[in-house]
């Protein structure tokens, strides 16, 4: 049986791109495609997937927070995340997540395919400026672990969703009507990542959910 993969990324053109070159493979098999967080969550529950490719900037929920609950429930399956951003806050982020891939959407299709293969066997696969880039950075992450927390370390998952939604432009009531809850659970939620990010306004939480990678520009 074929290896049997979902892509999770909010641009089409992508998506049809990534899955008409891996139908090149005999052994590999596109079983299903989907354009935001929440839509892979419910695609993976339903297909049972061996590895899915996930965006990390996408709408509703990211990929960084997708890939948690995925692993979480399906510690069977594989996640390779698939980013334009060669950002080591990120890298971090998603591999700590459980992602076992990371690679740029600059990377050769050869890249993605020696990805799959070793994430298949339980093997770590990153881009080689990535590799690069995790060398140099992990001594100075341990040496100032109180400045470069992330905010998948310092915020609940609830409130890492609250602040997605926020900073993507949702006003209480509305993020309240989303998220099952009330506009008093909301306000506090916005009140301790005020807090616990040390941000003034909207706007100062915005810039800090776009550097931690919880929801793109």
């Known amino acids: 049986m074929g290896l049997r993969i979902v892509i999770a990324d909010d641009h089409r053109i992508l998506r049809e791109g990534l899955r008409a070159l891996l139908s090149n493979m005999p052994d590999i098999e596109v079983v299903g495609e989907a354009d935001n ?14 590895i899915v490719i996930m965006d990390i900037c996408m709408p509703g929920l990211n990929g960084i927070e997708a890939t948690k609950r995925i692993v979480h429930r399906h510690p069977k399956i594989k996640v390779i995340a698939l980013s334009m951003y060669l950002d080591r806050r990120l890298v971090h982020s998603m591999l700590g997540s459980g992602a076992l891939g990371y690679l740029l959407k600059e990377c050769a299709y050869e890249d993605m395919i ?3 293969r070793h994430v298949k066997i339980n093997r770590i696969y990153v881009s080689p400026r990535i590799a690069e880039l995790i060398i140099k950075d992990y001594l100075k992450i341990k040496r100032h672990a109180d400045k470069t927390a992330s905010a998948f370390s310092i915020l609940s998952s609830r409130e890492r969703e ?20 009330s506009i008093k659970t909301v306000e506090t939620h916005r009140h301790n990542i005020m807090t616990t990010t040390g941000s003034k306004s909207i706007a100062e939480l915005t810039k800090y959910a776009i550097r931690e990678g919880i929801t793109g520009l």
């Open 114 to 116: 020696d990805a799959i």
């Open 37 to 50: 967080g929440k839509s892979v969550l419910s695609l993976v529950d339903e297909l049972q997937p061996d």
């Open 162 to 181: 609250v602040l997605q939604l926020l900073a993507e432009g949702n006003s209480p009531r509305e993020i309240a009507d989303r998220l099952k809850i």
